[in-house]
């Protein structure tokens, strides 16, 4: 075919990160109320990655800056909230780290108040927090991102709805084509037992989006640290989201 090079076969496909029993809920959850208008009807079907997924372009590590991790320097003053780290390593299925994947978060300020437009509950605005970072996993697949605890925030899926505080993960693979979005939580949630989003994710993947409290990640007198892996396939792996699911 043309266009490839030479003795590249177009018939090359790199292995899919599929939808995993046992780690994703199902698509169609009726207690998470607007799954019901965003479960696919049909049957999925596979795309399998091809030279036109993985040979595209990428954003490029230059456009990446230290600051990016930083949520809490993006403005002229100082975020309100309780200041943290949260760091871990992007994992493939056998424990080898991926490394220079970008990954990109956004969360509510500290009163559970996202900067968009969507989001007009009661809770401040903070002039100093925007929510939103990105980094580049290091050779040793680990990122960093410095922050600020996100609020719990009402939404309207029941009465009285909750979301236990999370922060958003984005993450992309060699090619824009492999993004995979889910959510990290915080240890101790109160919030848990009525969130439909938490509890759709069978028991044992549901632990593994928990964040751990990691005292070497804190800084005296400063933040505190959060500890969080993610893993892209096999037995350990991490929930992700269908697309278009970025409550
Ligand atoms: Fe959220």
């Known amino acids: 075919m043309?266009?490839?090079?030479?003795?590249?076969?177009?018939?090359?496909?790199?292995?899919?990160?599929?939808?995993?029993?046992?780690?994703?809920?199902?698509?169609?959850?009726?207690?998470?109320?607007?799954?019901?208008?965003?479960?696919?009807?049909?049957?999925?079907?596979?795309?399998?990655?091809?030279?036109?997924?993985?040979?595209?372009?990428?954003?490029?590590?230059?456009?990446?800056?230290?600051?990016?991790?930083?949520?809490?320097?993006?403005?002229?003053?100082?975020?309100?909230?309780?200041?943290?780290?949260?760091?871990?390593?992007?994992?493939?299925?056998?424990?080898?780290?991926?490394?220079?994947t970008l990954i990109e978060i956004w969360q509510p300020n500290s009163a559970g108040r996202y900067r968009h437009v969507v989001d007009n509950h009661p809770a401040p605005l903070d002039p100093n927090f925007t929510g939103a970072g990105r980094c580049l996993t290091d050779s040793e697949g680990r990122y960093r991102f410095v922050t600020i605890k996100p609020g719990s925030y009402p939404w309207g899926n029941h009465l009285n709805a909750w979301r236990p505080a999370h922060i958003h993960f984005s993450l992309f693979?060699?090619?824009?084509?492999?993004?995979?979005?889910?959510?990290?939580?915080?240890?101790?949630?109160?919030?848990?037992?009525?969130d439909p989003i938490f509890n759709s994710v069978p028991e044992l993947a549901r632990q593994r989006l928990i964040s751990r409290f990691d005292l070497s990640l804190t800084e005296p007198e400063v933040s505190l640290g959060f500890a969080w892996d993610i893993v892209l396939r096999g037995r350990g792996a991490t929930f992700f989201e269908p697309p278009g699911d970025r409550r």
């Open 173 to 194: 693979g060699r090619a824009f084509a492999q993004r995979l979005v889910t959510q990290m939580y915080f240890p101790g949630d109160p919030l848990f037992f009525q």
């Open 2 to 100: 043309a266009g490839h090079p030479r003795g590249v076969s177009s018939d090359l496909t790199v292995p899919s990160y599929e939808r995993q029993p046992g780690v994703n809920p199902p698509l169609d959850f009726p207690e998470y109320r607007s799954t019901a208008l965003r479960a696919p009807h049909q049957p999925l079907v596979l795309l399998p990655h091809r030279l036109t997924e993985i040979t595209g372009p990428l954003l490029g590590a230059e456009r990446v800056t230290p600051a990016d991790a930083d949520l809490t320097i993006q403005h002229a003053g100082e975020p309100l909230g309780q200041r943290i780290t949260v760091s871990g390593r992007v994992l493939d299925s056998d424990g080898r780290p991926v490394p220079d």
